[in-house]
Each structure stands twice: as structure tokens, then as C-alpha cells.
């Protein structure tokens, strides 16, 4: 889902704009599934013909330029959903929830009806919306792959460029 033209600046000063790039690549399906067949998962290395390897940060950092060396993402995760009010103007209904967790559906309408004419006291609602909804479809996804933790919710209760100090 690509972002709102009127977020793009706040994507960019929090460092993430390069995660609405990823549908851009291709995906090499061999070599995917070459790097499978080579998997030590008890090593965390790829067995390869020379030697072991394995990704590090470094390589996230240079493939995807996301930071890897800044403020390290800690807190509670006992996070009240009365907090979306503030955060992001909206609370899910009871059954576009899942106890601590956002239906990756429901923040995706969410941002499909605040697209059609996001005035600008609500940009920085439909900027947070976007990074939870880049959170849990890319890089916090959980094993169903349909959800986002509540928890993140906390981090985007600043500006960008405050979200953009973190690893």
C-alpha cells in the first residue's frame, strides 16, 4: 500500500520512507530457496561451498538503510487501548481487535478512508496509521501475519524525527 503523498516528508524524517520501496524488488525464488536448503538454524548460518556465513545488522543496514545503531526499542507492553484516541484519532471496534493487537485490515481501511481527504490536522494521525500498519505487515509481523501489537503504539506518541532516532 503506498503512503499518502502529504506523509512522504514525515516517513522520510523518520528514517523508514526506504520500507515503502520493498514491493519494488523482485524476489529471486531460486535463490530464496537455495539459501533455505543452506540454513543451519542451529548456527544461524548459511552452509555455503566456501564457508559459513550469516546476515548481520550491518547487512540490514546497507541493503535496506534502516538504522541499526540508535536508541534501542524498550518499554511495557501494557499498553491501554484508550491510547489510540490520542495517537492515532481512532479506536478499533471490538471485533477489529485481537485483545493486544490491531487487524492488520482494520489499519488498512483506516488509512483507505483517511486517504480520500486527509485534512491536516489528521496527517500525523494517517503518518502513525501507516507506520504501525509498516510495522506489522514488514517488519514486527507476527506468526499469522495479520496483526500488529498494541505495544508499538507508544513509540509513534512522538514526532519522526524523534521515531527516526531508533534502531
Given at each position: 500500500m503506498a503512503p499518502h503523498p502529504l506523509i512522504v516528508e514525515h516517513l522520510k524524517e523518520a528514517g523508514i520512507?526506504?520500507?515503502?520501496?520493498?514491493n519494488k524488488f523482485s524476489v529471486d525464488t531460486?535463490?530464496?530457496t537455495a539459501l533455505l536448503e543452506r540454513w543451519?538454524?542451529?548456527?544461524?548460518?548459511f552452509l555455503l561451498p566456501i564457508k559459513e556465513c550469516t546476515i548481520t545488522l550491518e547487512d540490514i543496514h546497507m541493503l535496506m538503510g534502516l538504522k541499526v545503531n540508535?536508541?534501542?526499542v524498550t518499554g511495557s507492553s501494557k499498553i491501554l487501548w484508550s491510547l489510540c484516541e490520542n495517537v492515532i484519532g481512532k479506536v478499533p471496534q471490538d471485533h477489529e481487535k485481537d485483545r493486544k493487537s490491531f487487524k492488520l485490515t482494520w489499519l488498512q481501511r483506516y488509512?483507505?478512508?483517511m486517504c480520500v481527504e486527509p485534512r491536516p490536522e489528521h496527517?500525523?494521525?494517517h503518518f502513525?496509521?501507516?507506520?504501525l500498519y509498516l510495522i506489522g505487515k514488514l517488519l514486527m509481523s507476527n506468526t499469522s501475519g495479520n496483526k500488529v501489537h498494541l505495544k508499538w503504539m507508544m513509540l509513534l506518541h512522538q514526532p519522526p524525527t524523534e521515531i527516526g532516532k531508533y534502531s
Open positions: 520512507w526506504v520500507l515503502t520501496q520493498i531460486r535463490l530464496v543451519r538454524p542451529e548456527t544461524h548460518t540508535g536508541v534501542v488509512l483507505e478512508e496527517l500525523m494521525h502513525r496509521v501507516y507506520v
